[in-house]
């Protein structure tokens, strides 16, 4: 499929994977993360990040969360995908996970062409690679990224990002496959939604539901293009 969708539209093939509460949130008010799904399901996103050639986040989720972004099964660690991150002024922190380990696992960042040129020197000496697009409005011209991306080798991207980021490929069209995690518990009306400003049905309707799985508490349901 991903070399397929490279070959012909010149993107990765697109797998946006959410973890959901049983009333469709995604985290606390405020945006604080919280462990939505159990060990079982963690497992499982693993074996999908080993089977992805990257992994794209929001420069929300390296603040919220600072996550490794890695595969963290034992032996899969050469499996880890390439690190993307969605950072159009370049605000990441040099001390977070994925820019004090870019020279172990590779980390590629996307970023406005107005942001600042010294940031992207001071992250290419640790390693990063930095990839300019356009942008309006703060936001990366998606497009423009699964672009580059596919240029550069990737042909299965899967998309953890944020409910922000999830809800603008949701948005532009480029979600090929789903991969939806839902838990056995709600998160309460104050939560934050899994996709900014849509309902879920935004994601799953257009979609076709192929197949589910059963994680302990939690389900798997797996969507993609009909």
């Not at 080993?50 to 969360?65: C, F, K, P, Y």
């Not at 995908?81 to 001390?95: G, K, M, Q, S």
């Not at 970023?111 to 690679?129: C, M, T």
């Not at 839902?182 to 939604?193: C, H, K, S, V």
Request: contains cysteine; charged residues 25%.
């Amino acid at each position: 499929a991903g070399h397929t969708r490279r070959m012909r539209g010149g993107r990765p093939h697109v797998m946006l994977k959410l973890a959901v509460s049983s009333d469709s949130k995604a985290g606390l008010a405020g945006r604080k993360p919280v462990a939505i799904t159990g060990e079982a399901a963690r497992t499982r996103v693993h074996q999908m990040r080993a089977q992805s050639d990257a992994l794209l986040v929001g420069i929300g989720t390296i603040l919220a969360d600072d996550p490794h972004l890695t595969c963290r099964l034992p032996g899969m660690a050469e499996r880890s995908p390439v690190r993307v991150l969605l950072d159009a002024r370049l605000r990441v922190p040099l001390a977070s996970s994925v820019v004090a380990t870019a020279r172990e696992t590779p980390t590629w960042i996307f970023a406005a062409k107005a942001a600042s040129p010294v940031a992207e020197d001071i992250l290419r000496a640790k390693g990063v690679e930095v990839f300019r697009v356009e942008s309006n409005g703060g936001a990366l011209d998606l497009p423009a990224v699964l672009k580059a991306l596919a240029q550069h080798g990737i042909t299965r991207l899967m998309v953890e990002g944020g409910p922000t980021v999830a809800a603008a490929f949701v948005k532009a069209g480029l979600v090929d496959e789903a991969a939806l995690f839902r838990a056995p518990n709600a998160l309460g009306d104050r939560a934050i939604d899994a996709l900014e400003g849509l309902p879920l049905t935004a994601l799953t309707e257009p979609l076709k539901l192929f197949a589910t799985e059963t994680l302990g508490d939690d389900t798997l349901e797996l969507f993609e293009r009909a």
